[in-house]
């Protein structure tokens, strides 16, 4: 993955997974981690109405449902949801 990941074009060796990481922003400490971790850089943080610290955001054209925000997040704020069917597996 690093090539693609350093020199670009990680779309086209990549598939998407069959999940999606959605964030609570209600439970998010803004520690930052998942930006860290994010090895497809598809996490930032952002300003929310309400809320005096930065949250966690995805861009969901750069997620591709790996699942190591989620499994790292020691809030448990970023969970995967099943968006593609279990077809989607094979279909690539
Ligand atoms: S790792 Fe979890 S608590 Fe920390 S910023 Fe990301 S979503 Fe928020």
Redesign the pocket.
């Known amino acids: 993955m690093y090539p693609w990941l350093t020199y670009g074009g990680v779309e086209k060796g990549i598939a998407k997974s069959r999940f999606e990481a959605r ?1 609570d922003v209600e439970s ?8 860290e971790q994010c090895p497809f850089g598809a ?1 930032d943080m952002a300003k929310v109405a309400g809320h005096k610290k930065m ?2 955001r995805v861009n969901p054209d750069k997620r591709y449902g790996c699942g190591v ?1 989620a499994v ?4 448990g ?2 969970k995967l949801h099943e968006v593609r069917p279990p077809e989607h597996a094979t279909a690539q």
């Open positions: 964030i998010c400490s803004g520690c930052q981690d998942c930006v996490i949250k966690a925000c790292n997040c020691i809030t704020s970023i």
